[in-house]
Nanobody
Framework: QVQLVESGGGLVQPGGSLRLSCATS????????MGWYRQAPGKQRELVAT???????NYADSVKGRFTISRNNAWNTVYLQMNSLKPEDTAVYYC????????????WGKGTLVTVSS
């Protein structure tokens, strides 16, 4: 069974930065595209960034130019560097493997909470 463990969240002031990590186990990490999602209070979970097996990134318009997704296949880990954070980025952030349709494959982990507030 695949396990997803997100970390790196916290409280940050507007304009600040955070780097999230997602450690995976139980599968051949390099075989899969990965995605970062977030769920703000009272809202549906949304996809914010994806990275292909070949490390090509794609971003939601709301984070383009501010967030960077990357992966380290040797460490079975995917990262999300978040810069110029805004209060509307406040959410619980999750990662997941993606299938060929771009849908999440696995049960969700606990996520990591990002709070952007002064």
């Amino acid at each position: 069974q695949v396990q997803l463990v997100e970390s790196g969240g916290g409280l940050v002031q507007p304009g600040g930065s955070l780097r999230l990590s997602c450690a995976t186990s139980g599968s051949i990490f390099s075989f899969y595209a990965m995605g970062w999602y977030r769920q703000a209070p009272g809202k549906q979970r949304e996809l914010v960034a994806t990275i292909t097996r070949g490390a090509s990134p794609n971003y939601a318009d709301s984070v383009k130019g501010r967030f960077t997704i990357s992966r380290n296949n040797a460490w079975n880990t995917v990262y999300l560097q978040m810069n110029s954070l805004k209060p509307e980025d406040t959410a619980v952030y999750y990662c997941n493997r993606l299938n060929s349709l771009g849908d999440a494959l696995d049960a969700w982990g606990k996520g990591t909470l990002v709070t952007v507030s002064s």
